[in-house]
């Protein structure tokens, strides 16, 4: 498995690269100034449109506005929002927030923009069933569109980013085979304009059935696993991974139209419950909100703007500016899916003649996503302490506490050696809920650590480490702790005696709930969990399955269904034990990601003036009133929910 993880990072380190997250925010800078700050119209005309004042049922597609996107919201607003934000936080520090917020913000405009682009070459030859993307833009216009000069820029820009990569990857052998791909794109753009856009449509389809798996899969049943796990632990977790696998099954088998009467019922639902609690914590705790606002822009902006790195303290381990920006932005990136292309794909089935219209709706869902979710998720971890929680226990002054060493391939490996666990503080136990008499531990326990200086860190410029330990329980009942060996140059030392729980991902946020009122967070995150991971699951099997209809064809069908299978079977294989710490989590949500990011950012950035054409001509009609004849009073709220057509 170690093998597997390092391959995983490397190719991460690639995909996920700095350039590669600054060619995202110039694209996302780029569309807002070339809608003229679009958000905008996201906000006020947007509102209209998924209220129903314009929906008809004449026009093609399968769903109404408000389906499509609450559909493209179950797959956004899901564990990102709990799980994610949770992550970013407890690596990036504060900091980690303000960025978010950035992506939030351009993502608007990500999201008009490839939504737009989508609605304009969506395939409506099954009116009822109608398919779209950026496979399907980048497929049509090479095909139908595009000329000499345009099917160059094309190969050019596909070609330097195959290129690129590779030679971000430093190794030889990718920079040969990048280079002659490269060379292929370009010659297909001049030659060949069809084939070219049914490769890149292809590629594209690839890393989104990878995404599909990882983030839109593994991730959600992870966290739903190891969140209910933590408060119910009878209930073993791959007993949770067949449970959430049948449900999920029994959604998707039903396509477009179940999930998105399922995601129209559940997808406000579940986020009326979520900002409710949410906004109780922060009620209790108001008078920490501003300080925690300071933390977030001091911790967020770089030292020549009067930044600062978050400091160690408690169980954070500290964060420069760059892991808070990094970690912000990854996430945010994963919550809001801006520049993904994922979410055309549910778009593209929405009831409309005018393909602006679902793209100005597109632009709701990062302001709903991380400007409005996953800023009350962080400031809830924020404000109750649950980023810095002090330990859950601590060793005596006289405990005698040890390292021992050996040698392995070259590296130096520590294990630390402790006695019996303490009892756990009283604070800890009242959160928890445990009984005063009761020392709080369970054997089998993995999730929790102490922290010690070594070196080196790899990549993250910090000395702090997390010593990962196992709880057992002897026969006299003591509780001892099995702790997993780690590489370090030098001998480590405890920076304090105090055992630390290990909350992860979902897991965090669901303590930052309990610290404020004890019990919420078991209740109210477990149910969040379930109702958020299924909703984003079957939106996500939705547009994996688009991305097998596109690479197969006319013989896709006979796939679907072992695509779908797999899709379940996975769902099982991600509650299995072979995940165990955040960055274990983020490493295979980041190779989805990553993935789609690199073969979507060129689409958008050749084929975006296609949009703004069809953006910047809507709105001067509607700014002329030549829509006017196609408003109408919004019905009712129910029947827009329910997906009933307008009389």
Not at 71 to 84: C, D, E, H, Q, R
Request: proline letters at 4%.
């Amino acid at each position: 498995m170690e093998t597997v993880n390092a391959f995983i990072e490397a190719l991460n380190s690639v995909l996920f690269h700095d350039y590669v997250v600054y060619a995202l925010l110039v694209t996302g800078v780029l569309f807002t100034i070339w809608t003229i700050f679009g958000q905008y119209r996201a906000l006020t005309h947007g509102v209209q449109v998924v209220r129903g004042k314009y929906d008809d049922s004449n026009d093609p597609g399968a769903i109404n506005h408000f389906q499509a996107l609450s559909a493209a919201l179950s797959a956004t607003v899901g564990l990102g929002n709990i799980g994610g934000v949770a992550v970013a936080v407890t690596i990036g520090g504060p900091g980690a927030v303000m960025w978010m917020w950035v992506i939030g913000f351009i993502g608007m405009a990500l999201k008009m923009t490839e939504v737009t682009q989508s609605m304009l070459y969506r395939n409506t030859d099954d009116p009822e069933n109608p398919h779209g993307g950026p496979m399907f833009v980048v497929k049509r216009i090479m095909t139908d569109e595009a000329g000499p000069k345009l099917g160059l820029i094309a190969g050019i820009v596909f070609g330097a980013a195959v290129l690129g990569l590779s030679v971000i990857s430093g190794n030889t052998i990718a920079m040969g085979v990048g280079a002659v791909v490269a060379l292929i794109m370009i010659g297909l753009g001049v030659a060949n304009r069809g084939a070219l856009g049914s490769l890149i449509g292809g590629i594209f389809c690839v890393t989104l059935v990878l995404s599909a798996i990882t983030g839109g899969n593994m991730f959600q049943s992870f966290n739903v696993a190891e969140v209910t796990h933590q408060y119910i632990p009878d209930v073993p977790k791959p007993a949770i991974g067949v449970f959430l696998a049948i449900v999920v099954a029994l959604v998707i088998i039903g396509g477009i139209k179940r999930i998105g009467a399922v995601a129209g019922r559940v997808v406000p639902i579940m986020c009326a419950l979520y900002m409710a609690a949410g906004l109780v914590v922060l009620a209790l705790n108001a008078d920490k909100i501003p300080e925690m606002i300071g933390l977030i822009f001091k911790h967020g902006l770089p030292s020549f703007m009067g930044g600062s790195d978050a400091e160690a303290g408690g169980a954070f381990l500290g964060g420069t500016f760059g892991v808070a920006a990094t970690w912000g932005i990854k996430r945010a990136l994963f919550s809001s899916e801006a520049g993904q292309g994922s979410s055309p794909i549910a778009h593209s089935a929405a009831k409309t003649d005018e393909p602006v219209r679902e793209g100005v709706v597109a632009g709701l869902e990062p302001f709903i996503d991380t400007i409005v979710v996953c800023t009350i998720t962080a400031l809830v971890i924020l404000s109750t302490g649950a980023w810095n929680r002090e330990s859950a226990a601590v060793y005596a002054a006289d405990a005698e506490i040890s390292w021992t060493e050996r040698a392995d391939e070259g590296e130096v490996l520590w294990r630390l050696q402790t006695p019996a666990l303490p009892g756990m503080k009283d604070l800890e136990k009242r959160i928890r809920q445990i009984s005063p008499t009761e020392l709080g531990w369970s054997e089998g326990e993995s999730n929790i650590f102490m922290i010690a200086n070594a070196e080196p860190v790899a990549g993250d410029g910090l000395s702090r480490v997390q010593v990962n330990g196992t709880v057992t329980q002897e026969a006299d009942g003591r509780y001892l702790v099995q702790w997993e060996p780690f590489a370090s140059a030098t001998r480590p030392e405890l920076v304090t005696r105090g055992v630390y729980v290990n909350y992860i991902g979902a897991g965090l946020t669901a303590h930052a709930f309990d610290r404020a009122v004890p019990g919420l967070g078991k209740w109210l995150i477990i149910l969040a969990s379930w109702l958020f991971a299924v909703s984003t699951m079957i939106s996500w099997s939705y547009y994996g399955e688009q991305g097998v209809y596109f690479l197969f064809g006319k013989s896709a069908p006979a796939f679907v269904l072992p695509y779908k299978l797999l899709y379940c079977f996975l769902i099982f294989v991600s509650t299995l034990p072979f995940i165990k710490t955040e960055k274990d989590l983020d490493m295979w949500t980041t190779l989805g990601l990553g993935a789609m990011l690199v073969a979507n950012i060129p689409i958008m950035l050749v084929f975006g003036f296609k949009a703004m054409q069809a953006y910047h001509n809507y709105m001067g009609r509607l700014s002329r009133g030549e829509l006017a004849s196609g408003e109408h009073a919004a019905p009712p709220v129910t029947d827009v929910v329910e997906g009933k057509d307008v009389e």
